[in-house]
């Protein structure tokens, strides 16, 4: 089974679990990149202005992302993962999934400073009923084999 990867991850936690992922499951990796780049300053959520803050403050915003989208029909199954912000997905995966709407079987993975991945998961199906959602994981604590138990098939 083809397996595509794509995350965005701000910090590089969620990369990590990319990256593990991908070398368990042999598949691709895709990062969700945002444009610019975010500093340390844009990711300070107790500023009420910095980056992160005014987006995730907005329902619809949509931010820059790299555009070099993956061909999905290349794949049989998607990950995305990213990390918690304010209990929720980042907007930068919401405009990948705006802009590449995906069809596939997708499986969702996060990392998170203390975030249930329960709110996420249903943000993602309340804001895109149709799709194709298979589960979530919580991957703070590493990823081996016995990580993709019961999660994907």
């Known amino acids: 089974m083809k397996t595509l990867i794509c995350y965005f991850s701000a910090s590089g936690e969620t990369k990590k679990a990319a990256e593990k992922l991908s070398a368990l499951l042999l598949g691709d990796l895709y990062e969700i990149a945002a444009v610019p780049a975010y500093s340390e300053a844009d990711l300070n ?8 803050s005014v987006l995730m403050a907005d329902e619809f915003a949509r931010p820059a992302i790299r555009k070099d989208y993956p061909r999905l029909a290349d794949y049989d199954r998607l990950l995305i993962g990213f990390p918690i912000w304010w209990g929720v997905e980042p907007r930068e995966v919401d405009t990948f999934l705006d802009e590449v709407k995906p069809s596939l079987p997708l499986y969702i993975f996060a990392t998170s400073g203390g975030s249930p991945i329960k709110g996420a998961m249903s943000h993602l199906k309340t804001l895109y009923p149709s799709l194709d959602i298979k589960g979530g994981k919580l991957l703070n604590f590493g990823v081996n084999e016995k990580t993709l138990e019961g999660w994907i098939a």
Request: glycine share 0%.
């Open 45 to 52: 959520w107790r500023d009420p202005q910095s980056r992160s």
